[in-house]
């Protein structure tokens, strides 16, 4: 299939289109980046790139990480990971703090902030160096030893991460959280500051399209297994209380953050990657969306 065709296609028929949406503004840092950007990146299994637009300009990936920090943290604690965080769509914003206090310290899933927090702890207990140990992850699933954590954004979250602090010192009081909560928190905020391009994103996740083997240099990542599993999660927990939604317009696993990127799978396919970075009220990326609910209806492909 011309997937760049397509891509072009799909931009002309979206140039009226009003984005009413906007760049998150709760981390300051994001505040400065441009809203009318736009990229986008397919990476097919059998080794075939397109892309459109500023798809090779960087970005920062926020919660889009939280797929890499489970992919790594499934590999080291297995069945024991799923005693400390959900498998369940949450149905509320991200960075919620009500279902914890009835749940007693249980986060829903690994995609909602309390949950990736609980995913940092485990790292930050199985790891011997956990920034530098999860950097090199992520460079060895890119192929990119050139992709890195960005301080400034990391900074300036943290200068704003009370939310996020209040979610691991509530898991803490119930016993949900091993190691210190500012190593914790730090790491997590760490995590989210990773800046990569479309085209290096969409080339991350293709091992997840490919049932956990890189199709471009045979490495098993994970087990087929695992990869039904992480993408199950996503598919029902990736765009968080717009996961419906997304799944009923789109009908791929996929995962957003408010950097306004987008990543989804099709397994046996594809991996693609779209950035747009005005949010709607959810924090999704509204043309993201927008784009890839045309895509996979004019491509006729979803996993439905
Ligand atoms: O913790 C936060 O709030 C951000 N670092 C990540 C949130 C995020 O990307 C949610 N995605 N739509």
Not at 81 to 102: A, M
Not at 136 to 153: A, K, M, P
Not at 262 to 281: C, D, E, F, Q, T
Request: aromatic share 10%.
């Amino acid at each position: 299939m011309d997937y760049n065709k397509i891509f072009t296609d799909i931009n002309a028929k979206l140039s009226s289109y009003k984005d009413d949406g906007a760049v998150a503004s709760y981390i300051p840092e994001l505040q400065r980046v441009l809203p009318n950007k736009f990229g986008v990146h397919l990476c097919s299994v059998e080794g075939m790139n397109y892309h459109f637009g500023d798809s090779e300009e960087k970005f920062s990936i926020q919660s889009i990480v939280k797929v890499l920090s489970l992919t790594m943290a499934f590999e080291i604690e297995e069945d024991e990971l799923w005693k400390r965080v959900g498998v369940e769509p949450s149905g509320n914003p991200f960075n919620s703090l009500v279902q914890l206090e009835y749940d007693e310290g249980i986060p829903r899933n690994p995609f909602i902030n309390a949950g990736a927090i609980v995913i940092a702890d485990v790292l930050v207990s199985k790891l011997k160096n956990p920034r530098e140990d999860f950097i090199n992850f992520v460079r060895h699933l890119s192929g990119n030893n050139q992709i890195d954590y960005c301080d400034r954004i990391a900074q300036s979250e943290k200068s704003k991460g009370h939310r996020n602090a209040a979610l691991c010192n509530l898991m803490k009081s119930f016993g949900n959280i091993e190691n210190n909560i500012h190593e914790v928190i730090d790491f997590y905020f760490d995590l989210c500051s990773i800046e990569m391009t479309c085209s290096e994103l969409a080339r991350t996740f293709l091992f997840l399209a490919n049932y956990g083997k890189d199709p471009v240099n045979g490495n098993q990542i994970i087990s087929s297994s695992k990869s039904k599993r992480i993408n199950a999660v996503m598919q029902l927990c990736g765009l968080y209380d717009e996961a419906g939604e997304f799944s009923f317009k789109v009908g791929l696993p996929g995962k957003s953050g408010v950097g306004g990127g987008i990543a989804v799978v099709h397994p046996g396919k594809y991996s693609m990657v779209v950035w747009s970075p005005r949010l709607n009220k959810k924090g999704n990326s509204n043309k993201g969306m927008r784009f890839l609910e045309e895509f996979t209806s004019y491509t006729a492909s979803s996993i439905f």
